[in-house]
């Protein structure tokens, strides 16, 4: 183990295609989560002060638990596209899994969790913000799109369908000959896991919301099927699936079965126990918010009146 992750540690790449990109993402979200900071101590001071005309503080933004989650999704991805594990991914298929998940899975919902979009704007100059939020309060062609694409069955199909696509066996190893389609899967996997996750996460700008978070939670539960048969198809075939890593060095004894093997181990179940894990957090959080709720008077449930079907006058036949 310390000598693989010294492996995956030990090499960085400069890709100024990645560190840009990053780069400015991080540095509008520091600036609009301290100048968001610095507005509410203002306000806290003044609500100290008055006191006696104390109006009800909103939910702050500007959090440490925010910023936290938004380095933590930042760095996710730092390490996922430029340190050894993207250099590794050509050699072994269970590091190029590894990458996948930290993409589509980890890094995600830690960047939604920071809320970015309401941050964010703070970070951005006054005219872009003002025509930013028009774009997305208003009639824009942004917020129709948006709108058409916040649908839950949709979301699903395109995970199933990026996914599946992307490990046929002639287009991974399209992508690991080509750069071009190399950059373009992680650029697919990054954009399809801030999608799935926004809607699951629920941040803004929010175009879709769930009911209530049982129906939350069997979204996710939808997601364990397809990605589950995917790698247990992976871990079990009998024969190497994708040949270009039959023909690179193997390193630390690992055959190319093997690396297969713990590729689609990978997939199948840290994979699957992200949705899994999400979905039992979000069921904890529907019964919850039903224990809060408070019991029905006796008058509501007791009796003759309280069988009758809702709508029956009681002196029909």
Not at 81 to 86: A, E, Q
Not at 218 to 238: E, T
């Amino acid at each position: 183990m310390l000598t693989f992750l010294h492996a995956m540690f030990s090499i960085w790449e400069l890709r100024w295609e990645v560190l840009l990109p990053l780069g400015i993402m991080l540095g509008v979200y520091l600036r609009g989560w301290f100048r968001l900071r610095a507005i509410q101590q203002r306000l806290d001071l003044q609500r100290r002060k008055q006191s006696w005309r104390r109006p009800r503080a909103a939910a702050p933004l500007a959090t440490s638990w925010r910023l936290m989650a938004y380095m933590a999704g930042w760095l996710t991805l730092i390490v996922a596209l430029l340190s050894g594990i993207d250099a590794y991914g050509s050699m072994f298929f269970f590091v190029h899994m590894l990458q996948h998940l930290l993409i589509m899975m980890v890094a995600p919902p830690l960047l939604w969790l920071a809320s970015p979009y309401a941050v964010g704007m703070w970070g951005l100059p006054r005219q872009l913000r003002l025509e930013m939020g028009r774009w997305f309060s208003g009639p824009s062609r942004l917020r129709h799109m948006l709108d058409a694409i916040a649908r839950p069955g949709l979301v699903w199909l395109t995970m199933v369908v990026v996914t599946w696509v992307w490990h046929d066996s002639m287009m991974y190893d399209l992508s690991l000959r080509n750069d071009l389609a190399h950059d373009i899967q992680h650029i697919s996997f990054v954009l399809m896991g801030l999608y799935y996750w926004w809607l699951i996460i629920g941040a803004a700008p929010r175009h879709y919301r769930f009911a209530t978070p049982l129906r939350r939670s069997l979204f996710l539960l939808a997601a364990v099927p397809p990605n589950l048969l995917l790698g247990m198809a992976i871990a079990f075939a009998s024969e190497p699936i994708y040949p270009s890593y039959t023909s690179v060095p193997r390193l630390w004894g690992i055959s190319v079965m093997t690396d297969q093997q713990l590729g689609g181990v990978l997939m199948w179940v840290p994979g699957s126990m992200m949705f899994l894990m999400a979905a039992l957090i979000s069921a904890a959080v529907y019964f919850s918010e039903e224990e809060q709720k408070h019991t029905l008077p006796q008058s509501e449930w007791d009796g003759d009146h309280a069988l009758l079907i809702p709508g029956l006058r009681t002196d029909d036949p």
